[in-house]
């Protein structure tokens, strides 16, 4: 597991429209709030999704970008973007490299389908991660990263 005040792994992503999204991008221009969800579509993932598009402009504010990530392809995230209104970027991964790397992954099991563990990481400008929380709830979570991207410097 990562741990605040690591720099940040890179990573290059394609997002919903196919576009590449390199992390180092916006390394001294903007925070990102970079979260992990299992699967586009599912009560939790679209709750949590529509609250970040909902809250995007208070995160903009704050010098702060909010992308988020999943194993679903471009066309399935484009899919789940159009459908529930969703503004903020969604990232795919479905080889499931960079959820490894941000040790979000999870293998499945018969109990289990989802592979990724509910996370979402606060990175500063400078690349570093400020915080890194596993295992998240959807309901009230977004209130919780705005409160913490509102105290970065």
């Not at 196919?18 to 709030?33: C, I, N, P, S, W």
């Not at 402009?57 to 704050?62: C, M, P, S, V």
């Not at 990232?91 to 040790?103: K, Q």
Request: charge should be negative; glycine fraction near 8%; hydrophobic fraction near 35%.
């Amino acid at each position: 597991m990562l741990q605040s005040g690591q720099p940040a792994p890179q990573f290059s992503l394609p997002d919903a429209d196919m576009e590449t999204v390199d992390l180092a991008d916006f390394r001294g221009r903007k925070h990102v709030v970079l979260y992990f969800y299992p699967k586009d579509g599912t009560p939790g993932c679209t709750m949590e999704a529509i609250d970040f598009s909902d809250h995007e402009q208070d995160f903009e504010k704050y010098d702060c970008v909010v992308l988020g990530v999943s194993c679903d392809d471009c066309i399935t995230h484009a899919e789940f973007r159009d459908e529930n209104g969703l503004s903020v970027r969604l990232l795919a991964d479905p080889d499931g490299d960079v959820c490894r790397t941000y040790g979000v992954w999870r293998e499945p099991t018969e109990a289990r389908r989802s592979c990724i563990v509910r996370s979402t990481f606060i990175i500063d400008k400078r690349g570093k991660l400020r915080h890194a929380l596993y295992g998240v709830s959807p309901k009230g979570h977004v209130a919780e990263i705005l409160g913490l991207v509102k105290q970065l410097p």
